[in-house]
């Protein structure tokens, strides 16, 4: 698996609230289409207003054809839509997931 993190952070929470409604709306569905097995979005604690996107990818081959053949559009869509001006600040990041675990399920009887 590989994992591709977007940050963002903001001055107005306004501005914080539009950009999360917008990406629950369109913008994740969209990364979701043209390749990502699946998004979620974390606000982070701290005094800033700081949000994180995390997509899966398969692996780090479909993250390429995603960055090649869909960011470039995708990225001018989320500029056209939320330009810096507005007071936001994007950071990027990339890495492979190693391990991944989920918690078992609890059992039927358990309250």
């Keep these: 698996m590989f994992l591709y993190t977007v ?3 903001f001055e107005s ?3 914080a609230q539009q950009w999360v409604d917008w ?3 369109e913008h994740l569905a969209d ?3 043209a390749g990502a097995l ?3 979005i974390v606000r982070m604690d701290g005094p800033a207003i700081r ?3 995390h997509y899966r990818f398969r692996n780090r081959a479909v993250f390429e054809a995603y960055e ?3 960011a470039p559009r995708l990225r001018a869509e989320s500029l056209r839509v939320f330009p810096l001006n507005l007071g936001l600040r994007y950071a990027r990041s990339t890495g492979e997931i190693i391990a991944r675990r989920e ?3 609890p059992s039927p009887t358990l309250p």
């Design 68 to 70: 090649r053949d869909h």
């Design 7 to 9: 940050a963002c952070e």
């Design 103 to 105: 918690a078992a399920k």
């Design 38 to 40: 699946d998004a979620e």
């Design 51 to 53: 949000y994180e996107v």
């Design 31 to 33: 990364v979701c289409a």
């Design 13 to 15: 929470v306004e501005v």
């Design 23 to 25: 990406l629950e709306r």
